[in-house]
């Protein structure tokens, strides 16, 4: 197939289209290196597919795009593309989130209109449900963004079903569940701890520790992505968790047992945006899309932490 994929040197979107070109596919990635986090680290996303002889890149905004062309023979849009970061999402900042995670996806959604076989695959995530009241969260659960980054991937996930209740257009969202692995963001928990751990620094941990999260492995997450377009349903929303619901400060005696160090810990106050406990209910995914994540979470850290140690070994 022929396929773009916004945001395509990030970490989900660079391990995807490698997936996606290992398959067969003809991938186009954009990118436009926010400055988020450091350039080089996205630069080392794309090395591997940039030798692939059925990968092109384009290093520009997708508001800035002509997408006409890169639709014309697309089967598959999918959108990763966006400003990330739930702390770094207020005051005026909320600008920069406005334009990557709104007014881009719908440029690209009334762009994509005009070509109804095309399949809309939008990278929504678990910072839609915020405060809901339910756990665990389920598709139908309510919606109560705590944070401006919540918000607009809300709104995003709003605008895709407009697209397809209006136009036809077939749209697929699907939520992400605090995804970990090897490529992690560096502003993400793990990242920030285990580089903390390597550097003998002490890990800053928000809150008392008893916050939970639902962790998903980076493979289990790109797997779903490459099932969607050929079996979700359209106009649907789906759960993608990993199972594994822990509490953090559980978490710390595991690091110690990877990384063959003592944790230190730096105790702040909570931050605003952030949410006490995330857990999918994962049904929907595994009914439709054939969703079942497979990695450990002993192991995808300990994958995580071996991958640390290698990008910062000079």
């Known amino acids: 197939m022929n396929i773009l994929v916004t945001g395509a040197a990030g970490f989900i979107g660079s391990r995807l289209c490698l997936k996606l070109l290992e398959q067969g ?50 089967d598959v849009v999918y959108h990763l593309a966006a400003q990330a970061g739930v702390r770094s999402s207020w005051g005026e900042n909320f600008l920069t989130y406005l334009s990557h995670n709104i007014l881009a996806t719908q440029k690209l959604l009334e762009a994509a209109k005009k070509r109804p076989r095309l399949k809309f695959v939008y990278a929504s995530s678990s910072s839609v449900y915020g405060l809901t009241p339910t756990l665990p969260m389920r598709e139908d659960s309510p919606l109560h963004p705590l944070s401006p980054y919540g918000v607009t991937k809300l709104a995003a996930e709003q605008l895709c079903f407009l697209y397809f209740k209006n136009y036809g257009l077939p749209t697929i969202s699907l939520r992400f569940f605090t995804v970990y692995g090897p490529g992690q963001r560096p502003d993400m928990a793990f990242h920030k701890f285990f580089k903390a751990i390597r550097e003998d620094r002490a890990i800053t941990v928000f809150g008392d520790g008893r916050q939970t999260r639902d962790f998903t492995y980076i493979d ?33 005696p595991l690091f110690e047992e990877i990384c063959g160090r003592r944790v230190k810990i730096s105790w702040r106050e909570a931050q605003k945006g952030d949410v006490p406990h995330t857990l999918a209910d994962i049904a929907k995914a595994g009914q439709d899309l054939g969703f079942s994540p497979q990695m450990d979470l002993t192991e995808g850290l300990r994958r995580e932490w071996e991958w640390i140690e290698a990008l910062y070994q000079n």
């Open 220 to 252: 289990d997450i790109t797997d779903a992505c490459v099932a969607a377009p050929e079996k979700a349903r359209p106009g649907e929303v789906y759960n993608l968790g990993g199972g594994h619901r822990e509490k953090l400060v559980n978490l710390f």
């Open 25 to 74: 596919d003809r991938v186009v990635g954009v990118d436009c290196f926010t400055d988020f986090y450091p350039r080089w680290i996205k630069e080392r996303n794309l090395a591997p597919l940039l030798s692939k002889q059925n990968f092109e890149f384009q290093a520009t905004d997708v508001l800035e795009l002509d997408l006409s062309p890169l639709l014309e023979n697309a």
